[in-house]
Structure formats: structure tokens, C-alpha cells
């Protein structure tokens, strides 16, 4: 790769915060949205933590008085109490007075707050539904040890290693404990299969699962590109190289960049994707803390992959940190045309602190900036329960449905390098607003959708019908399958039989989005992923409003 320039910012900042089909994803997600970009964000490979020398006296005092308390508690409290457990407590309280995102993670908790940013995982690769207490394979991963080992969509899993998953009620997170466990190890696993008299026992060797954060990349047309990036993880960087040089190489002139729903992850990942796009030596980003110790500044510095051609990149309320990053440096750059709603509005950088017993503090260090100098940050003032509602109050205020709901302070008003109008301190508004499309939501629709029926019904008709599947190709089916009221009369039948109690006005409500979600779900058992985002981004609105703008995204760019 040619070097532009050897202008490297140093130390490189990191930052971590990181499904339902798209147009139900917000309610599904943002419980869990919120807490993984409210885990902050990372420096690694910044200086360890040194004591302040700017008020030692009131430091030492705090922590003897501290130390003196927990002492008395632990001694001499009436009940027996966890010391330990009453100290992590108190640390989290103390952090609440900081920052939304510097928070403490006890020791138990770590690896699972980890797991997030790690490009794969030792287990079985496996995707499973739950349904009625039952495990079900959707889908073995393509090449890992459950393929291998025979594992077939339809399967259902009885028991691992002896302990029975189905029949019980368990989490999707417990399942996944018990298969997973360290490479080269064994697990035992029953399965009922369609058409077996008798269970299976399948012995399944554990191996390196790729938990890739390119979810899909594949041509929309022969000239458009369209590439998702769930999270900024380890491997991030190289899957994206990859998936983009293989675009280029089907004759991608022109690509839409998906970063809706991603909530950030590690920095340097996300520079070096923006710089794919940059031309020339220019600021990506910035960060500034107490002093200089954090101070940074990342300019682009390779030829990148796709420096020229029309670039669209969608963006919404679920795009937060590292994912803000590539969105404002390409904005600020006029480089890339934003398409959809406004973004979570983190900037804060965090420094990941190993403590002795396992456990990690995550401490805010610096905000970042993008080039034109936007700090993205929206206001923690308020407090951390004001905060958490940020999201909520968006929605109530209507401003995911009206552009002209969402206004900017004229001192938050910044210019792109070709002079263009954008504004900071509070996420990035996007150069072309799309409103959310709630018309086929109903109530009915989401109970359908907690009780994941629309999966298992997509996963029995697929068995019903695999033979016929398996003759047609993709193309066929997605130019000529269309799923009949009679087989959405049959999800409700199915609804009912689980306890779902009927509702023909919401199934007709609901029919056009569950026309869509049921075929993307039978495509991606028959065909796989990319078929699966393929049949959806057919009724999705701000994909499609991305392909409608990418032909004039280059002029509205330039103001030619």
C-alpha cells in the first residue's frame, strides 16, 4: 500500500461502546443498544494510570475514610454482608458523578463485556431460534465444526453434554454458555431431526468461529456496491479491506455504506476505513484531555481502495462513537452523502484500566472532534437517567418522523471543506433525512415478533418445502415468491396455538412487513445471508432512498 504521508496520530485512540429485521429493529434493540455505547469507549495502549499530583491530600483523605467504613461494615454490621460486592457498588455510585460512559466492569463480567470487540470466539457455530422452550438450528455457520459435524437447519437440540436445553426454560445467552467452551474440546450434542424416529447424538469438536463485523457486502445492481458494518472489533479493518477489494473487483463503481444500528468499537479501526475513502493527507479526527497526555491528532495516509466514485453511508439513532467517526470525517470531507436520522452523539474517549482482581474501570481520558472541529457529544448535564431517556425523548418529541422537529443551537454550527452547513453537540444530522416507516407496526406485530413465531414459522415452511427450495436459484425465487394470505392466516393459526390470541386487524396491518420478513427468513435457510438482507432491503426505505441519491450524491456534495 503506497504511503501518502507519515503524518500518524500517536497514541492511536480506541473507542468500544457494541436481530431483529430492520423495520422492527429499534424496539428490539435499544435496551441493549444503550448499554453497549454506554460502556464507553477505549484507549489501548495509553500510559498506566499514574496518582494526580494536583490534590493528593484530598485523595488519600477519601480513600482512608472509605477503606475506615467498609472496615466497620464488614466487622461489626448486624447481618453478614459482601464486602466485595459493597465495594463494586460503591465504585459504580462513585462513577455516576463522572460521565454516562466511565464505568466500572467487576471481574465476572469481563470477558462477556469483552467478547463484544473479539473477531471469534472458540465454539460450534451455530445459529439457533427459541421457540416454546424449544432450540432449533436456523443455520450452521459455513465452514464451522457444526456443519461439519452434520448439524442441519430444522434440527432441534435436546441436550448438550447430557443437560437438557429444550423443555426448559433457558436464555438464548445460557444456551450459547454451554456451547461454547475452549478449541479442540468435544461437546455432545442430541438432536431430534425431521423424519428420525429417534434422537441423533452428534459429537461436535470445538473450533475457532468467526464472529465477523462485516455482516454483508454484495452488488445491488452491476455498478452499486452495498457493504454493513455491525461494529468496530479486532478483525473489522481486514474484513472490510476484503469484502471492498471483491466489490471492486464484480465492477463496483459507486457504494452504499450501512453503519445504522452500529455502536462503535475500536478507533483505529475506524480510521483506517475512513482513510479507504480520503484522499490525500487530511484530519480524520482529534481527540483532546487534561493537558496534552491524550491529545491526538489521525490524518489519512494511504491510497485508499475507493478514494473517487459516489458514496452514500446510512446512518440512525443506533450509530454511536467509532461509527460517528466515519460518518463526520466523510461528512466534513463532502466525501459521502449521510442518508437517514440522527446519530447517538457520543465523543467521549475511554481508557480501559486492568485492575488486580480481574475486574476494569473504563475512564473518560479525552472528547474527540471531527475535522471541522464538531465535538458529536450530547449533554450528560442532566444526569445519567436523563441520559438513558435521550433515545425515548426523540421519539416522543416526533423527531424520527419530522426533520424540522430537531434543532441546533446556531454556536454548534460548523462548515464542511466545501462549505456545506452542519452542527455538533448532539449526534450528526445526516445531508438527507428519512423518517422512520411505522405504518405496518402494530401491537400484534411485535408480540409476533417476541415470541420469535416469524422465524419459526419461515424455518417449518422451509423444511416443508426444500426440495423445491433447493431447485430453484436465488434469483428465481426472489423474482417469484411471494408469500399468500392463506400462509399469513397459517402464522396466526400458529400464533393462536402458542398462546398469542388473535387480532385480524393487526395481521393485516402487519401484512406487508411480515410478507417481506417471512421471505427474507425462508431465503436465508435456503440461500444464506446475503439473500436473506437482499430480499429485505426491498422494503426497506432508507436503502432505498440511498440508491435513489447515490446518482446526485456527487453534485449535491460539490454544489455543482
Known amino acids: ?99 454516562p460512559h ?41 465452514g464451522g465444526p457444526a456443519e461439519h459435524a452434520g448439524l442441519q437447519p430444522g434440527d432441534q437440540l435436546l441436550a448438550v453434554n447430557g443437560e437438557a436445553v429444550s423443555g426448559v426454560r433457558m436464555t438464548t445467552e445460557q444456551v450459547y454458555g454451554k456451547l461454547r467452551g475452549p478449541r479442540a474440546s468435544r461437546v455432545q450434542i442430541q438432536v431430534q431431526r425431521r423424519g428420525s424416529l429417534k434422537p441423533l447424538n452428534v459429537t461436535v469438536t470445538r473450533e475457532r468461529v468467526p464472529n465477523n463485523s462485516v455482516e454483508v457486502a454484495y452488488m445491488v445492481d452491476n455498478q452499486t456496491g452495498y457493504i454493513k458494518v455491525s461494529r468496530f472489533a479486532n478483525n473489522t479493518y481486514e474484513e472490510f479491506k476484503q469484502a471492498l477489494g ?11 455504506l450501512d453503519l445504522r444500528g452500529n455502536p462503535g468499537g475500536y478507533l483505529d479501526r475506524a480510521t483506517k476505513m475512513a482513510d479507504e475513502f480520503i484522499a490525500g493527507t487530511r484530519k480524520i479526527v482529534y481527540t483532546d484531555g487534561k493537558g496534552d497526555q491524550y491529545d491526538t491528532q489521525t490524518y489519512s495516509r494511504v491510497l485508499g481502495e475507493f478514494e473517487e466514485g ?28 449521510l442518508v437517514g436520522r440522527r446519530t447517538f452523539g457520543k465523543g467521549l474517549v475511554q481508557q480501559p484500566i486492568a485492575l488486580n482482581d480481574g475486574s476494569e474501570l473504563r475512564l473518560t481520558i479525552a472528547r474527540y472532534y471531527t475535522p471541522s472541529g464538531r465535538s458529536i457529544q450530547k449533554s450528560y448535564q442532566a444526569g ?8 425515548a425523548k426523540r421519539q416522543r418529541q416526533g423527531e424520527y418522523f419530522h426533520a424540522d422537529s430537531i434543532h441546533f443551537a446556531d454556536s454548534l454550527r460548523y462548515r464542511t471543506m466545501h462549505g456545506r452547513t452542519v452542527y455538533g453537540g448532539g449526534g450528526i444530522m445526516p445531508d438527507l433525512f428519512v423518517p422512520r416507516d411505522t405504518t405496518a407496526f402494530s401491537k400484534y406485530f411485535r408480540r409476533l415478533q417476541s415470541r420469535n413465531l416469524v422465524r419459526e414459522f419461515a424455518l417449518k415452511f422451509y423444511q416443508d418445502h426444500q426440495p423445491e427450495l433447493e431447485g430453484l436459484r436465488f434469483e428465481q425465487f426472489n423474482a417469484s415468491f411471494r408469500i399468500t394470505d392463506t400462509q399469513l392466516q397459517a402464522l396466526s393459526t400458529l400464533a393462536a396455538r402458542a398462546g398469542l390470541v388473535a387480532d385480524a386487524a393487526g395481521l393485516r396491518r402487519a401484512a406487508p412487513l411480515l410478507r417481506t420478513q417471512l421471505k427474507a427468513h425462508i431465503a436465508r435457510s435456503a440461500y444464506g445471508k446475503n439473500a436473506y438482507h437482499t430480499v429485505l432491503a426491498e422494503q426497506d426505505v432508507e436503502f432505498q432512498q440511498a440508491l435513489r441519491a447515490i446518482d446526485t450524491s456527487t453534485a449535491q456534495l460539490t454544489g455543482n
Not at 103 to 108: D, G, R, S, Y
Not at 246 to 256: T, Y
Not at 310 to 337: C, I, T
Open 1 to 99: 500500500m503506497n504511503a501518502k504521508s507519515n503524518t500518524v496520530s500517536t497514541p492511536t485512540p480506541e473507542l468500544t461502546p457494541t436481530s431483529a429485521p430492520r423495520a422492527s429493529r429499534f424496539q428490539v434493540r435499544q435496551p441493549w443498544l444503550l448499554a453497549l455505547v454506554l460502556a464507553g469507549g477505549m484507549l489501548v495502549g495509553a500510559n498506566p494510570f499514574r496518582p494526580s499530583g494536583q490534590n493528593p491530600d484530598s485523595t488519600s483523605r477519601g480513600y482512608l475514610k472509605f477503606k475506615e467504613i467498609l472496615s466497620y461494615v464488614d466487622r461489626d454490621y448486624v447481618d453478614s454482608v459482601d464486602a466485595e460486592a459493597l465495594s463494586d457498588y460503591a465504585i459504580g455510585r462513585m462513577l455516576e458523578r463522572l460521565d
Open 102 to 142: 466511565s464505568v466500572f466492569i467487576p471481574a465476572k463480567e469481563q470477558t462477556q463485556a469483552s467478547a463484544f470487540l473479539q473477531s471469534d470466539f472458540d465454539g460450534v457455530g451455530v445459529e439457533f431460534n427459541i421457540f416454546q422452550d424449544t432450540v432449533t438450528v436456523i443455520a450452521s455457520l459455513g
Open 246 to 256: 471483491d466489490l471492486r473487483r464484480q465492477g463496483m463503481s459507486r457504494l452504499v
Open 310 to 337: 459516489p458514496l452514500v453511508v446510512l446512518v440512525d439513532e443506533g450509530s454511536a462513537s467509532a461509527a460517528e467517526v466515519v460518518a463526520g470525517a466523510l461528512q466534513d470531507h463532502d466525501r459521502a452523502l
Open 384 to 391: 445519567h437517567a436523563e441520559y438513558e431517556q435521550e433515545l
